[in-house]
Structure formats: structure tokens, C-alpha cells
Nanobody, 123 residues
Framework: QVQLVESGGGLVQAGGSLRLSCAAS??????????VGWFRQAPGKEREFVAA????????YYSNSVKGRFTISRDNAKNTVYLQMNSLKPEDTAVYYC??????????????WGQGTQVTVSS
């Protein structure tokens, strides 16, 4: 069983930065072969895709709303994936979730999900 734990959320002013972490525990060897994605859900809205990274970090993909501001990366030795968020806007306020899926590319669906971390951007 793969468990994912997000951290790094908090309250930040518009224009500020945060770095989210997604750490794997349990069968730690599993995340090495997994693509990882970040998603977010704002109050009253559906969950939306934010960014994803392939297992070997060769491929990354971003939603248009965060492209150029967010950067996804991973450290497989630490079983951790990061989401560096710069130039934050109030509309980035949401609960952020990481998800993982065994895949050789960036998948459309994810089997494993974390519990989420709150990001609040004040104007």
C-alpha cells in the first residue's frame, strides 16, 4: 500500500511563494516507478489538474493556469515530489492533493491519493 502525505501548505500573500511536498511512505519503493500529479480543489469547484511529472522526471506537464509560475520536480532518493509555487494569486487558493500512478508516461488517472494540504493566498 502506497501512502502519500502532502505538506507545505499555508497562508501567503499574493505574489508570494510556497513549496509543497508529497512524500511517499509504506511501500517506499513504489513511488520510484510512479508518475505523480498535483491537483487542487477550491470551495464549490471541481478538482482540477495542476501539474504532473513522469517517473524519471523527463516529462512534466502543467495546466495553463499555472504554467510559468509553478514547477514540479522530484527526488526519488527521498521518495518525494515537490511543487514550487511562485507569483501566487488569490485564485490559487485551494486544497492541493498529490496523486501517484505506476506509468511509463504521464497518466490520465491516478490510483493513489494523499489527504491534501490547504493553500490560501490573500489579496
Amino acid at each position: 500500500q502506497v501512502q502519500l502525505v502532502e505538506s507545505g501548505g499555508g497562508l501567503v500573500q499574493a505574489g508570494g511563494s510556497l513549496r509543497l511536498s508529497c512524500a511517499a511512505s509504506g511501500r517506499t519503493f513504489s513511488i520510484y516507478t510512479m508518475a505523480v500529479g498535483w491537483f487542487r480543489q477550491a470551495p464549490g469547484k471541481e478538482r482540477e489538474f495542476v501539474a504532473a511529472i513522469s517517473w524519471n522526471a523527463i516529462s512534466t506537464y502543467y495546466s495553463n493556469s499555472v504554467k510559468g509560475r509553478f514547477t514540479i520536480s522530484r527526488d526519488n532518493a527521498k521518495n518525494t515530489v515537490y511543487l514550487q509555487m511562485n507569483s501566487l494569486k488569490p485564485e490559487d487558493t485551494a486544497v492541493y492533493y498529490c496523486a501517484a500512478q505506476r506509468s511509463t508516461s504521464i497518466p490520465n488517472e491516478y490510483a493513489y491519493w494523499g489527504q491534501g494540504t490547504q493553500v490560501t493566498v490573500s489579496s
